[in-house]
């Protein structure tokens, strides 16, 4: 259907967003069609064009849609096309530096296979051998695993890894040499090749130039940075960016079963690839309830947030950017804690720490008292006001300010937040303030 004949849709309602996704599905298939060619990348590019526009309509209210997405249609091209974009700038750097690395210099240009030309059984391939690796490397040793992975992935030294897992560096060499040869021969299985034991070496000429062809690998065993990378990107890699708006929150599960709450009036970007699971808290607070990862590579969970640094491998925990400092609250389990100057603390359930310019750790005195906002409540344990404002501006309609005069006043309360407004206005008879109405709707609060 042609957009002349689409119904006129209210700038208004984002609601409208997801709408349009659904009335002009087929026009979408058959744009992406002739940008992308490939039948399998057409509708991977839909789906992702999905989840942009189901983010968009979440991190907006309604009736306060950003002028770009007045025009729905225009909108989810206009996202279409930024993916296709993006996808054929990543495949043309894939092509340029994922050289075959068993070429001779002397080799005929002709012998040369094109780098330039897209070739979509070669990208099925490609896909396919990555997911056979991942499946191969399941099945040894988890120490063999954790080394190899650490030394492709991270680039992380053999002497390095010896002293991390407590052996000998001929100990890491044969967990090395254990998953390489469980690489080769899962590559040699799957290009239907007698599979010969314990000699890479002796492996024919051919067949190894097929292998690191396929995968960017210099006989497989031996390189390829960009060839790890593509392969990590496939196994695990997830990323995106969620948000909240004022007096609102988000609740999202996550790929790997974890779960996290997501405050109102904040903002935390997430990506997970085969060796970490990793949140950075740009704004606001958020509690995390992690799963467990026991039975495949046991990845780390880290929140980063001011510079400071909270790790986990499964656990439930609140962290919350309060003024200059970050506060982390442990519901279940224990808990690693770096300051942004290096201090380290392990917390265990019930704990509460301030990372500051040192490690503050006290006891919860009720359950609730951790990530109590899940509650309703809001907690200010001896704050300065202006620290105690900005919290509850997160949920108030209206722009709350407090004055230089005002702002160390110090805040001991516990603050229901269905009654934010009913507290400020009894705070006078408890701080020396006035509270003062202006023009523009916003509430200053004054020293008396």
């Known amino acids: ?169 001929k100990t890491v060499e044969r967990d090395m040499k254990i998953a390489k040869d469980q690489v080769r021969a899962t590559m040699e299985r799957w290009h239907g090749v007698p599979v010969v034991p314990n000699d890479l070496q002796g492996t024919p000429r051919n067949r190894r130039k097929a292998l690191s062809a396929l995968l960017g690998l210099v006989g497989v065993g031996c390189g390829a940075t960009l060839g790890w990378q593509a392969w990590r990107e496939a196994r695990a890699g997830f990323s995106t960016t969620l948000a909240t708006l004022v007096g609102k929150r988000l609740e999202q599960t996550l790929p790997d079963g974890s779960h996290v709450t997501l405050d109102a009036d904040s903002r935390a970007e997430i990506a997970f690839d085969a060796s970490r699971r990793r949140v950075r808290l740009l704004r606001g607070s958020a509690f995390f309830a992690v799963a467990r990862e026991d039975g495949g590579l046991g990845r780390v969970f880290a929140v980063e947030a001011q510079g400071a640094l909270i790790t986990v491998l499964g656990t439930r925990f609140g962290v919350e950017i309060d003024g200059a400092d970050v506060l982390v609250a442990v519901e279940e389990g224990r808990v690693g804690v770096r300051s942004a100057d290096g201090q380290e603390r392990v917390l265990e359930a019930g704990e509460l720490a301030r990372l500051g310019k040192r490690i503050d750790v006290r006891t919860a005195g009720a359950p609730t008292e951790i990530a109590a906002w899940r509650h309703g409540w809001l907690d200010f344990e001896r704050l300065p006001l202006a620290e105690a404002v900005a919290r509850l501006a997160r949920y108030s309609r209206r722009s709350l300010h407090v004055s230089p005069d005002a702002a160390g006043l110090v805040v001991l309360a516990r603050v229901r937040l269905a009654k934010t407004a009913e507290w400020l206005e009894l705070l006078p008879r408890h701080l020396p303030v006035r509270l003062d109405n202006q023009e523009d709707g916003s509430l200053l609060i004054r020293r008396r």
């Open 1 to 169: 259907m042609s957009s002349a004949h689409q119904p006129s849709v209210p700038a208004d309602a984002p609601a409208s967003l997801l709408g349009s996704f659904n009335d002009h599905y087929a026009a979408l298939l058959r744009y992406l069609s002739r940008r992308a060619g490939n039948r399998e990348d057409v509708h991977e590019l839909a789906h992702d064009t999905w989840l942009r526009i189901a983010q968009a309509q979440a991190a907006v209210a309604p009736r306060t849609l950003p002028s770009a997405i007045d025009h729905p249609r225009a909108y989810l091209f206009a996202v279409a096309a930024n993916l296709v974009l993006d996808r054929q700038r990543r495949d043309q750097r894939t092509k340029q530096w994922i050289v075959p690395g068993d070429f001779r210099d002397d080799d005929a240009p002709q012998a040369r296979p094109s780098l330039l030309t897209p070739d979509v059984a070669d990208g099925h391939a490609h896909r396919q051998a990555l997911l056979a690796i991942d499946q191969a490397l399941q099945e040894i040793p988890e120490r063999a695993r954790a080394c190899f992975l650490s030394h492709r992935l991270d680039g992380i030294g053999q002497d390095e890894l010896a002293q991390r897992h407590g052996v000998s560096l």
